[in-house]
Nanobody
């Protein structure tokens, strides 16, 4: 059974940093694209960042320059380093894995999902 488990969320003041982790089990994802999405109350799930099997990275304009996605295939884990956090970054953050090597911005293109981790940024 495939599982993605996020950790690292929490409450932080504006300007602070958090590092999210997503540990996968049940299969390896070294050849697959992985992504982070977020969903704030009353809003649709939105793309945050993605990383391909070849370690190409992609970011939403709203987080570019502040967030960094990375992966450790030996640990079957993906990370999201979030710096200079803003109140508008407050959301539940989800890790996702595709059954393909290339990324997509569309959350419907991902086959496996974690349970989400809450990130709250206070002003």
């Amino acid at each position: 059974q495939v599982q993605l488990v996020e950790s690292g969320g929490g409450l932080v003041q504006a300007g602070g940093s958090l590092r999210l982790s997503c540990a996968a089990s049940g299969r390896t994802f070294s050849s697959n694209a992985m992504g982070w999405f977020r969903q704030a109350p009353g809003k649709e799930r939105e793309f945050v960042a993605a990383i391909t099997w070849s370690v190409n990275t992609y970011y939403a304009d709203s987080v570019k320059g502040r967030f960094t996605i990375s992966r450790d295939n030996a640990k079957n884990t993906v990370y999201l380093q979030m710096n200079s956090l803003k109140p508008e970054d407050t959301a539940v953050y989800y890790c996702a894995a595709r059954g393909a090597s290339q990324y997509t911005l569309n959350w419907r293109g991902y086959d496996y999902w974690g349970q989400g981790t809450q990130v709250t940024v206070s002003s």
